[in-house]
């Protein structure tokens, strides 16, 4: 078997290396391979019992691999890019990973110089330990309705934060459940007897010598989860516990402790910034998550034969690869676009991010306070400026970790049998990467604002108002245009692909401005419309990204790679327009007949051109075989001797004889598997 | 929160009691009712730490449930059905699993009476164990291609069972890895050189007392997979291992010892009979897989709060159930109707199956022997009379477990963050249910032999044959009308609806005749054609089980319940038609504006006016908690508190202090989560 992959890197005339180079940057992947051999040289990171290992002991291992990677970034002096990488190559969430991300952000960014130096600094040597507590048992996505309370006593100038309910407990909080000391507490603001609202207090939880919960502290982990349980989340109760002043971080708002009165935010923008910027950073990573299972299902399914072709003539005797059947190609191939086009948009968002954030900081102070309204569609960006890139990230982030969670299982289950097996590496990722659909904003929640942003958009051009940015330009460009009608030449032209997913976008934008406006229908009657546009704005923009990022590509990729480039492109847009046809047609943006031409020939057609390059194309990701961790992904085809040797070899269960019998009380008449388990 | 359940059953008039009995019968029940009671009474199968034991202890814990169930079912002398309640309740795969199903089914239906006498009875008092190894690493579905091979020796007349290569290994076979003492393998039979093709072979692999491997026997389970971990699934080599003359399982065919001559099959129809019913089986139950993840979601989308409405007056401050959210609605009323759906058309197929038999058995002999070719879609049924109702369950097994598969990933997500912990209840159920959608005939593959059968069908139509079941009259029907075109009135007419689903099964069916037999295109080029045709036409099949099984209920049920089900059925229906539009107008069957007007007006309305029957109506699944073990899914609501004591009390972590600082060697303080093992 594992000749078969490198016939088909032969076949391919894919520059994976130059593509590679134009995914990552050399830089990018010159980091990737010094961060890999540091992390090979460490025995704490030897996986091989990963798959096998239970909660506390996958525990016990990832918190030995927090720690000695808390070391090396240290000893190293790591960039926050090389520590990324770290993280990826591991692939595993750690008991620090709240600390390391959320807790110290929102020291740094909503801390004052003071607060730097009392929780900032003793943070960054790990002398506190925190978590992000914001979530409790009764409300998440509805940060108003927390219950928590912190209630400002003037006597003392301390505040008194305490849960007054069950479902007021904090839930769900990374880093908590065992290994934090520290934690940022979301508590509803209460002076003189008025409730100000969510805000973030610093609290220490556990003792910094015994590690015991401190006294009226409750604490602990919340239990076994779908995925991501060498994480110990957690929850946390407090009974009146007493905080001195300095503990409310105070860059944004305080209290006075002279006068005990609120004094105001200057503009929450920045805040907003930040969960921007968590999504965008959601959708580039989609790409590369979904990069993953496209990876090992596309490697597996070049090597694995099953059947003969139907078709075949008699003396081809040899059974098919199973890459080479049309239902496996209509599963595979268009993911494997989609990661290129994740990827991109990613990229794409990243830019805007970053110019956004440069205009931004030029024009501070400018802009007024964030209002926050009842429902989640009103979370509003808290400046114009950043409206547009706020409606974006929240659309992407939906589209593209839905994308990147449905695609995993359609790889997984593109493996047969194999692909259940934990060996196959998809789905132990898959699990872990699941609730990236649910944080950050709900993925179904989030498309309220894609929505309401587009109606405002649309108000806004009906008014007459000379469009601003691309979505006001594409929603005018369709009303001039609406009566003449489109006639946008899908099949053979690039720019009108675009084009038409532009018109399908402003159309349903149109028709949802009507029902709101005209028939003044009720917010919640048209949620599932918000959802459908959301998801048809954020396909546009996907499209439209990617076709932008090609057209300056030339000067990187060769003409081959190019060439199949394209081919990419035209697949992901034109599947996407095939999957979604009754929306295109409704619209007028396409004719039936273009469709029906999709779908039997062009699709089919492109599955059939890109079908050789598929294996060179999975390479260019370049996933170390370290990274994968998969018996069906490996680089050199291996697949069926790893599988075997991980199951005889490195099984713990095979150190168990029992007694089968029924009328037998043994149930183990030996267990050795304790031997298996990896010394720390 | 714990009312808020009450509330909606008062606000409700449907009679869940008698929806109950119409679903299960009195009889099945009480029968329920009565296993549990039993079950419940025994210490071993507490569930309260199933989510929190890692492999190991899960497998102790199910071999020690194992040999319990069979001790209770031969003391209480249990009947099959009431194995089957067992089984449902107890919702966990065990060491037993393949012995009691396929291991003794094989010896039953292809064993001959002596060979009954030496290997059925042992088997059935637990003497022998057993497992059904024909799987191998390198072939799973194409079983022909299997590289094990028995190999007939005329001189001491005996077989050598061997594998020759890595990958004719034996895997994935269920009570394999630590359990069985037997196995029926399936090995390429080879007589004199010459290969017959593989055949079943009664194997003993471990010996009796010690449990040990038999010489030249290499077994082992094949390590942990995304679900199904209490099972032991294993691998198994064999090394020129010698069995006697009578291993060989020969009902159907043998060699016989005199003349060392094949003797030819009779009839295989038998054979595929069996596969027939496990389809039928698997139909039946997706109904109910998928109702325990709606039966969740409902119960706990009715308890979760979460924000106000927008539209909601001012005076109104309280928060919104999410279930009465229009996007969450969207997600679980269609499901809620597909679980009814399902459930219907399973028994439908049962009954099928059944008449089918009957008729058979009246017939053997009449029919000719079946004929195998190299790929699945000519995996015929061996017999027309049974072609319409193979192709019939592999479409609906195809169909019916995808969308439990997927349905019940919707419910987790439905239910927010919450949905993630194990104590949901959904996910541990989705990961075990999920290699449904890959056994019994992988669900991509099987649709060739659906659209094998209507290609089939559709040629004789063509010829002018007079319809003999109720497939062709539909393709008839098609033809007489095409050029008129239809005119259902879908949106006004249930009848209609059952005809617009069956003209589009018939014009997608024409449509791919054309492709094969006029422009003569490959069959690989049209599989995916093909996987829609099967989806069509399935569809269509659960429309109409849907349909009839009201037209008879109305002496059953009250008015109102009776009326909600008709809702039910329309929603399903109207639903999957907007789903799967652009197949429906392409087809003619309805037009663009009755598409828009399913979406927009009809859809919308009925979920508005089922919501308020939601609760009662997984009420009439009637899972008992025990059953479910879900905090989400509780009976009485009360989700908060039951998630709170499983975190805080049941959770074995929270018995572990860490030493959280980078610098410490010290992992665990302290570790006393050993003390929370289940005592067996
Ligand atoms: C693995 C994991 C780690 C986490 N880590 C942290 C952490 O470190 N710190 C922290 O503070 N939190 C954390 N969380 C919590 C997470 O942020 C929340 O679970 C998430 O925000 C979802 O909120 P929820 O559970 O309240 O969903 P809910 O709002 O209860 O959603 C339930 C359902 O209702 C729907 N719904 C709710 N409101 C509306 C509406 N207005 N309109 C339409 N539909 C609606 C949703 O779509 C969903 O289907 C974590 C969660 C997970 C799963
Ligand atoms: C939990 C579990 C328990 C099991 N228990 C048992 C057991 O007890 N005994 C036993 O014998 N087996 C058992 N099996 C094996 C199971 O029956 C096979 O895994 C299953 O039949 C799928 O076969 P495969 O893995 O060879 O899939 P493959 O055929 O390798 O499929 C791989 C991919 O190729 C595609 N493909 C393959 N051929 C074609 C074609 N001709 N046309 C189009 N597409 C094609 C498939 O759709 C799939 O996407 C078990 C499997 C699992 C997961």
């Keep these: 078997s594992s000749e078969v992959l490198e016939q088909e890197r032969n076949k391919s005339n894919v520059n994976a290396d130059s593509l590679s180079t134009f995914l990552f940057t050399k830089e990018g992947r010159d980091r990737k391979q010094r961060v890999l051999k540091t992390l090979q040289g460490e025995k704490v990171f030897d996986k091989s019992q990963n798959y096998f290992a239970g909660r506390i002991d996958r525990f016990e291992t990832a918190l030995a691999r927090a720690k000695k990677l808390a070391q090396i970034h240290s000893r190293e002096s790591w960039t926050q890019e090389e520590r990324v990488v770290a993280n990826e190559l591991i692939s ?23 607060q730097h130096e009392k929780f900032l600094r003793p943070a960054e040597q790990y002398k506190y330990i925190g978590c992000y507590a914001q979530t409790e048992l009764g409300h998440g996505s509805n940060v108003r309705g927390l219950e928590t309370t912190a209630t400002w006593n003037p006597d003392d100038k301390t505040f008194t934060i305490h849960s007054p309910t069950l479902t007021s407990s904090k839930w769900w909080i990374g880093s908590l459940g065992r290994t934090a000391n520290h934690a940022v507490v979301m508590a509803q603001l209460i002076i003189n007897g008025k409730g100000m609202g969510p805000h973030p207090f610093v609290v220490q939880i556990r003792d910094l010598q015994t590690h015991q919960p401190l006294e009226n502290v409750y604490v602990g982990d919340i239990g076994p989860k779908f995925g991501y349980n060498t994480m110990d989340n957690g929850y946390l109760l407090f009974n009146k516990v007493k905080v001195p002043h300095i503990s409310m971080l105070a860059k944004f708002s305080g209290v006075d402790p002279k006068t005990n009165q609120y004094v105001k935010p200057a503009s929450a923008s920045l805040v907003f910034g930040t969960l921007t910027w968590v999504r965008s950073t959601i959708v580039l990573q989609s790409g590369g998550v979904l990069a993953r299972g496209v990876t090992i299902a596309t490697r597996y399914c070049a090597v694995r034969h099953q059947f003969q072709d139907r078709d075949a003539p008699e003396w081809h005797k040899g059974e098919n690869q199973v890459l080479n059947y049309t239902t496996v190609q209509i599963r595979l191939l268009p993911l494997l676009a989609t990661t290129f086009a994740l990827h991109f948009t990613g990229k794409g968002m990243m830019a ?54 449905e695609g995993l299982e359609v790889c997984r289950r593109a493996c047969g049998g194999h692909g259940y ?260």
């Design 421 to 680: 097996s934990s060996f196959s590496g998809i789905g132990p990722w898959y699990a872990d990467y699941l609730p990236t659909a649910t944080w950050e904003g709900d993925n179904y929640m989030l498309t309220q604002q894609v929505a309401r942003y587009l109606l405002k958009s649309a108000r806004s051009v009906l008014k007459g108002n000379e469009p601003t940015n691309d979505t006001t330009a594409i929603l005018s460009n369709f009303l001039q245009k609406q009566d003449t009608g489109a006639a946008f030449d899908v099949l053979g032209n690039d720019s009108d692909v675009v084009a038409a997913f532009a018109w399908r976008s402003a159309f349903l934008t149109f028709a949802a401005l009507k029902h709101r406006d005209e028939q003044k229908r009720s917010w919640n009657s048209l949620l599932v419309d918000f959802y459908r546009l959301s998801r048809a704005h954020s396909q546009y923009m996907v499209v439209k990204n990617f076709y932008e990022t090609l057209q300056s590509a030339s000067t990187d990729l060769d003409v081959e790679t190019t060439g199949i480039m394209h081919k990419l492109f035209r697949l992901y847009a034109l599947h996407t327009l095939e999957q979604e046809a009754s929306e295109f047609y409704t619209s007028s943006a396409v004719t039936v007949r273009q469709i029906e031409l999709a779908r039997i020939s062009t699709v089919m057609k492109l599955l059939e051109e890109i079908r050789p390059h598929a294996v060179k194309l999975v390479d260019s990701w370049e996933f170390p075989d370290w990274q994968l961790d998969s018996s069906l992904g490996r680089y050199d085809g291996k697949v069926y001797e790893d599988m075997f040797y991980r199951a005889s070899e490195l099984n713990p269960l095979n150190k168990v004889t029992v007694d089968p019998y029924p009328d037998s009380p043994t149930l183990f008449k030996q267990n050795d598997a304790g031997a298996m388990k990896a010394k720390l």
């Design 92 to 114: 595993e969430p750690g008991p620090y990973g709240l600390h390391e991300s959320m807790f110290l952000i929102t020291l740094r960014d909503q801390g004052t110089p003071e």
């Design 352 to 405: 805007l991010y970053g110019a956004n954030q440069k205009k931004m900081s030029q024009d501070v102070g400018k802009v007024g306070g964030a209002q926050r309204g009842a429902g989640p569609e009103e979370t509003n960006a808290g400046s114009d400026l950043l409206a547009d890139l706020h409606a974006t990230s929240c659309g992407l982030k939906s589209l593209a970790s839905f994308t990147a969670v």
